[in-house]
């Protein structure tokens, strides 16, 4: 296996080829491929964003017919068929079902260009700097979306460029079991003398994916929402991972009968692992002058097309979203029985998460390291998050197939076995 030139020639800021020091060449489903043969289960999928497998065929095809005419592949925002087939699409199978009114921005290929819009939308509507943020999220490594991202890994690699324009306020269960920490936000958003500008709005993830899993309550969800609307600030919710029907619903917060003002989504948004980004607002704060935000390549006619053939073919009912839901409680049980028996070890250990977006919480980065380099060399892609790595996630397919699902399962408990024994 040849990896001389790679590793020479692409910088030292790479980070899965380390953790999976083997040359991919395909993929299918739940299954990667190195170019030895050699197979593997896949609970990574590109972070969260291969939603619907590797070259799913439904979506794939969508794609391959879409380039066999000729179509239009690079449009800047030209009106073209794609992205009507697109927004059509959009709002008949997923907004209006769900009774939400939105306009549409595309602001370029990223999830950190989503954020970027969605912060910077939120302070033009407002005309206030703030945005509140919460302790352990994760919404991009540009300089705004930096200034909302808590980890410090992240923010220190500026070189000493300060982040500003974000406020930092504790996740729910940061403090522990018992303590609302929005206790904490609503009392600054009453004191004058509390030190906190008045945001103009509020971004949060409803389960923090880079964060460590963490789902927050959804009677906290609804309160914050309440107290934005109360204090006239913009409820901002990053989709970007856990949107796409990661956590069982399309939108994570539709758990919570919440209704954003802005939402931003990647990732699994193209369906097929397209750069794709986009973000939805409430039609009064459309406030954009023509050009006021753009980017080259925020008309991705591919995307349009492979995002259309995913919606129209998983979301146009709730069955693909009843089987989320149903192989994420297999991941749950089984999460708990793995969690349980490395307790039994002396290491204390917990399963959380919601829908096909869940973690095992093993208190050290480094003995989440071991279960998964463990399971790698026993055939199984996956990863850690949480501050010090301490959470080993599982972000499957969601269209992975119940044998594939119980044989990644298998694998991550003999290699939690074989690694802590």
Same mark, same amino acid.
């Given at each position: ?15 899965? $080829? ?10 299918? %489903? ?27 065929p439904k979506i794939k095809q969508a794609l391959l017919d879409y380039l066999a005419e000729d179509n239009i592949i690079h449009g800047?925002?030209?009106?073209? +068929? ?13 907004? &209006? ?13 990223? /999830? ?38 808590? =980890? ?37 958003? @009453?004191d004058k003398s509390g030190g906190l500008d008045v945001p103009a709005g509020v971004i949060v993830e409803t389960v923090q994916g880079?964060? /460590?899993? =963490?789902? !927050?309550g959804l009677d906290w969800l609804k309160r914050l929402e309440q107290i934005c609307r109360a204090h006239d600030i913009l409820l901002?919710?990053? *989709?970007?991972? +856990? ?8 939108? $994570? ?11 931003? =989504?990647?990732?699994?948004? $193209? ?22 935000? %753009? ?12 995002? #259309? ?17 149903? &192989?994420?409680?297999?991941? $749950? ?6 969690? #349980? ?8 250990? @917990? ?12 208190? @050290? /980065?480094?003995? +989440? ?26 972000? !499957?397919?969601?269209?992975?197939? *119940?044998?594939?699902?119980? &044989? ?10 074989? +690694?802590?024994?």
């Amino acid at each position: 296996m040849q990896t001389q030139i790679l590793e020479r020639m692409e910088s030292d800021v790479r980070t899965y $080829s380390r953790s999976f020091p083997v040359v991919f060449t395909k993929a299918k %489903n739940a299954r990667l491929t190195d170019e030895e043969g050699r197979e593997y289960i896949d609970f990574l999928a590109g972070a969260g964003t291969l939603n619907y497998g590797h070259n799913n065929p439904k979506i794939k095809q969508a794609l391959l017919d879409y380039l066999a005419e000729d179509n239009i592949i690079h449009g800047l925002d030209f009106f073209t +068929a794609a992205k009507r087939r697109y927004l059509q699409a959009l709002d008949e199978i997923i907004l &209006k079902p769900r009774g939400l009114d939105y306009k549409v921005q595309f602001p370029g290929p990223t /999830g950190t260009n989503a954020v970027e819009a969605a912060i910077r939308l939120a302070r033009n509507a407002k005309q206030r700097h703030n945005i509140v943020t919460f302790t352990n999220g994760f919404h991009g490594v540009t300089m705004g979306a930096l200034a909302t991202t808590g =980890n410090r890994k992240f923010r220190e690699a500026t070189g000493g460029v300060p982040t500003v324009g974000g406020s930092f306020m504790p996740y729910d269960g940061y403090l522990g079991d018992g303590t609302d920490t929005l206790d904490y936000f609503e009392k600054l958003l @009453s004191d004058k003398s509390g030190g906190l500008d008045v945001p103009a709005g509020v971004i949060v993830e409803t389960v923090q994916g880079e964060g /460590g899993i =963490n789902a !927050c309550g959804l009677d906290w969800l609804k309160r914050l929402e309440q107290i934005c609307r109360a204090h006239d600030i913009l409820l901002i919710v990053d *989709d970007i991972q +856990a949107g796409c029907g990661r956590t069982g619903k399309f939108f $994570s917060f539709e758990h919570a009968d919440v209704v954003p003002d802005i939402v931003t =989504n990647s990732k699994s948004l $193209s369906g097929l692992g397209l750069p794709f980004s986009q973000v939805l607002m409430r039609p009064e704060l459309d406030v954009w002058k023509p050009g006021q935000y %753009n980017g080259t390549f925020r008309g991705f006619a591919l995307a349009f097309t492979t995002a #259309a053939a995913a919606i129209e073919n998983y979301w146009t009912d709730d069955s693909f979203a009843k089987e989320v839901q149903r &192989k994420g409680e297999v991941v $749950s049980e089984r999460f708990a029985k793995i969690a #349980a028996w490395i307790s039994e070890q002396g290491i204390e250990a @917990s399963e959380r998460g919601r829908g096909l977006m869940r973690g095992i919480d093993v208190g @050290s /980065g480094e003995i +989440a390291d071991k279960i998964t380099h463990q399971a790698f060399e026993n055939g199984l892609v996956i990863e850690t998050s949480g501050q010090d790595g301490e959470v080993v996630k599982c972000l !499957c397919p969601l269209t992975i197939s *119940d044998e594939d699902l119980q &044989k990644g399962l298998d694998i991550l408990e003999q290699s939690a076995k074989q +690694a802590l024994s």
